[in-house]
């Protein structure tokens, strides 16, 4: 019933070698993620905890000289996209290729000398499952490109890129997590980023050890974060942090949110405005209480919080959708310890941590109420905590 590794990846480098007649000069990797808890923190600079999935989109490299970016994808209808270093405009289209031509952007906007690449694209990441597909293939344009042309960028460097591409480039105000993530994560760990200044700190996430399982259920309901909702609750977010007179979200402590909130309601404040302070504030709240369980060994108790956090998306954000609220409540009846929909919502996917020993079960409850309520089957995984992007030859 569940998945533990990722599907077989299509080869990018024999892609490659049919598509352009020679072989590439290298191969990469960089993976989707998951996201435990800490959900609309990212971008009023506070904590999440990620961790990589096996799932990657992989790239077959070599350099051009002759200021041309030619990207092809296995795995999306179409040929090959063609771009010169002089059309590169932001926000003018191109579709899923505006994700490494974005990269190849914001490196020459940066000074690199990036001359060109021809690439070749495969992914086992699932695409609008809230897995980040579009930051995997960020962050492994962006190895790609720094390994092939001596950047000797840092893995931080590598995920800020990805987000420049994506901010400036393609067009989605994204926070810097789904990067970072991507490029960051090691094997058999979360990712306790501060993503004020990028601190981070490997988060020991040996589920197995404890009798249990972490199943991504994804909804195979398709988001998309371009259409104005994401960006509306980051202005609603930074309209909050602007009333409260601080820098950002992430300068309210929890033991003040109440008196924040009623700050904000005698200013006038939109509900909306309150209630996403309210949803940001303690999701921060919550990436302290599930890495404060996961290093005393009490790794069950976080499964009341994934509860909370659905909630608070739920009712505070508003973010979910039926399908998300489906899954939390199936696998909640069915035995699960916690759940909580990932990502930005409006779709994608939802985590539920259970027993190893019910996992199969939750998942048959889960895909059972999915049938009985006229819903696509959904795909059901288990969450392996795997490493960041990396060279793999």
Known sequence: MTETTAPPATDPAAVFAELYGHKPHGVWAAPGRVNLIGEYTDFNDGFVLPLALPHTARAAVSPRTDGVLRVYSHDVPGGVVSLHAGELTPRSGHGWAAYPAGVWWALREAGHPVTGADIALTSTVPTGAGLSSSAALEVVTALALSDLYDLRLSAAEL???????????????????????????????????????????????????????LLVVDTRVQHALGDGAYARRRSACEEGARL?????????????????????????????????????????????????????????????VLNEGHRSLRDDLRVSCPELDLVVAAANEAGALGARMTGGGFGGSALVLVEEETADAVARAVTKAFAGAGHTAPGIFAAVPSPGARRLR
């Open 159 to 213: 995920a800020v890129t990805g987000r420049r591409a994506e901010n400036a480039f393609v067009g989605v105000p994204c926070g810097i997590m789904d990067q970072m993530a991507s490029a960051c994560c090691t094997e058999g760990h979360a990712l306790h980023l501060d993503t004020r200044d990028l601190t981070l700190r490997q988060v020991p996430f040996d589920l197995a050890a404890h009798g249990l399982t």
């Open 244 to 304: 409260l007179g601080i820098p950002m979200l992430r300068d309210l402590p929890h033991d003040g949110l109440d008196a924040a909130l009623a700050a904000l309601a005698d200013a006038g404040a939109d509900a909306s405005v309150i209630r996403c302070v309210r949803h940001v504030v303690g999701d921060n709240r919550r990436v302290e209480q599930i890495i404060a369980l996961l290093e005393a060994g009490d790794v069950r108790a976080a499964g009341p």
